[in-house]
């Protein structure tokens, strides 16, 4: 039987019908399965940049519906051994299929409008933080060996000057630089799933937590105004960077990161560039080309002056924790604040007498603030702690900086960081009263003549060595020929103490305590009648005399340490010469930077805090 055309037609349109239901069906079926993927347009692009890629929908047959699965980084610092790991370690962990290098400037527009997760700015700060640490770490001469090598194999890359070139080059630099110890930031993918995300969460959440995300502020050059995690209240600002915080009960504590400046650059290559006509070349020059990239890198919008050596030795300073030293058997000695730093004599196992004379500082001096107007306020008992705090530091403390490397700042671990072993007036009477001491002796120990005869070495070759102005002239860096001589009389005097353990039967320690002992309470130590006139080279008479204060304590030294084994009184004075020499070779290699420091109760918390 044949149909005929208007049956056809009717069949036809009966089939449209019949399949247009059928995709209306589809589609309803499609759309409510869909519907089911809670989360997912909160893991779109818009709101995770580049990181949008990796999310996912997983069926869940059982459920007959669509998980969201998207992935977030997880921020942490990791600390590396000699034995195990080469410095500087990439920012990112096995998996970089996230990472592209200035990527997130491509969502700034939509981060202005609020869409865009802050943390992904975050990871762009610390991302660039890293290689601009990289770069001046690594010595002139490793840095050119690896642009040689590229230059070999013909790598191409779009330009020369910028710091986009540079992520790419990691591995090569890594292996050019020496094994050491150092901490730097770890990003690690994590993939997570949104039916585990609170109702009150709008955004994926990047993880940290209190430790680390305390040191990585401080890095990006915040002070932490307000530090209290357990109350979901933290606060940071400093270097155009603001962290504020909210605290959500299901979750705890999410942090907010915001950057104003960077909006400046909407649109635009932000990478630092050298100046016009100072090219990447493989001549002679070389070394003067990569020193004024450096230069040009690290004074981009203040970088240099933000940045900190990263070891774990600078990140427990961010916590008041000044690190111990155990090749000579120095613990870690907590010293922010005032409650801390009388711990810490206690600890030392100073007198009563010290204590006392910490009050009557405490009593005529309550009246003095702080040398950072505005910011922060001493009360009396952190004054009580400049009385011998700055001392302690360096002479506890081991050297953080790297060799071969210029860089040299560290976060002060207490609001009184300056002492007689920093300012010119420690240095130059030191050398003065050194002098007469030699001059008034027969018989003088090798030990201190080697002292005086370095001493002088280093003053009349490097002005920075007596003069902390000029020691600061370029904030965040020194020469790198006065940092090497210093740190090699540094390491000259730990091996002294080695050897004089030995042969006194007595610790580094000990020496330690016996030099806090009788120096503590200064400028109020007791004075003995002396004829001998004072001579202050037109200096600060305060400064000064503090330091001649120091050299008539030297019999009291003696006597204390004739009292705990050490009978000879010319190994005392050797050892304690040694000792304040090694003091102002500490604070030559080191620049430390004040500000807050965060609650020690919070050093090695793994305490979780989300950034939003």
Known sequence: MVMSDAQANLAAAALAIALVALLTTLTQLLQSSFTTAEGYRRCQGSVLGPWAKHTRLRWRFREFRFETRFTVPVITIRNHSPASDVW?????????????????????????????????????????????????????SHLIAVLRRMFDRREQFPDRTGLSHLARWEDQVNALFPPTSCSTVEITPRERSWDFVPSDVIRPLALSNVTDIGIIGRRLGMKWIEFRPSDGIMKAEGGGRVFTSTYVRSVGTILHYLNPGEQKDVGGNTSPRPPPGSPLYWDDGANVAISTMKTALL????????????????????????????????????????????????????????????????EKNDHWTSGFPGELTWSPLVHMAHAFVPDLIAMAAP?????????????????????????????????????????????????????????????????????????????????????????????????????????????????????????????????????????YFDLNAW????????????PNMVEYMRDRGVEDGALVEEAWFTLMFRAFCWHRLHRMVPGPTIPSVYYGSKMPVYLG
Not at 96 to 123: G, N
């Open 399 to 535: 050297v953080i900086r790297f060799r071969d490397s210029q860089f040299i700042q560290v976060p002060a671990p207490a609001l009184s960081h300056h002492g007689l072993t920093y300012e010119r007036e420690g240095f130059k009477i030191f050398h003065h009263k050194l002098q007469q001491y030699i001059e008034g002796k027969e018989d003088v120990s090798p030990q201190i003549h080697w002292v005086l005869q370095r001493y002088e070495q280093l003053r009349d070759q490097f002005p920075e060595w007596e003069d902390e102005d000029a020691a600061n002239l370029h904030g965040y860096f020194r020469p790198l020929e006065l940092l090497e001589q210093v740190h090699d009389r540094w390491d000259d005097t730990t091996q002294y103490f080695k050897e004089w353990e030995t042969r006194t039967k007595a610790s580094y320690v000990m020496l330690l305590t016996c030099h806090v002992e009788h120096t503590a309470g200064w400028p109020h130590l007791p004075r003995y009648v002396t004829e001998e006139p004072r001579e």
């Open 299 to 362: 004074d981009e919008d203040g970088f240099g002056r933000r940045l900190y050596i990263p070891r774990p030795e600078a990140d427990k300073m961010c916590f008041g924790i000044l690190p111990g030293y155990a090749v000579l058997g120095v613990p870690d000695l907590h010293v922010a604040n005032d409650e801390e730093a009388l711990k810490t004599m206690r600890r030392l196992k100073c007198s009563s007498n010290a204590m006392a004379r910490l009050k009557i500082v405490a």
């Open 88 to 140: 500087p370690k990439r920012v990112w962990g096995k998996d970089q299929s996230v990472r592209e290098p200035q990527v997130h400037k491509r969502f700034m527009k939509l981060w202005i409008y609020d869409e865009t997760v802050s943390w992904l700015l975050f990871l762009g700060a610390v991302e660039n933080s890293s290689l601009v640490t990289l770069l001046g770490m690594v010595p002139n």
């Open 543 to 554: 400064f000064a005399d503090g330091m001649y204060d120091y050299f008539e304590q030297l």
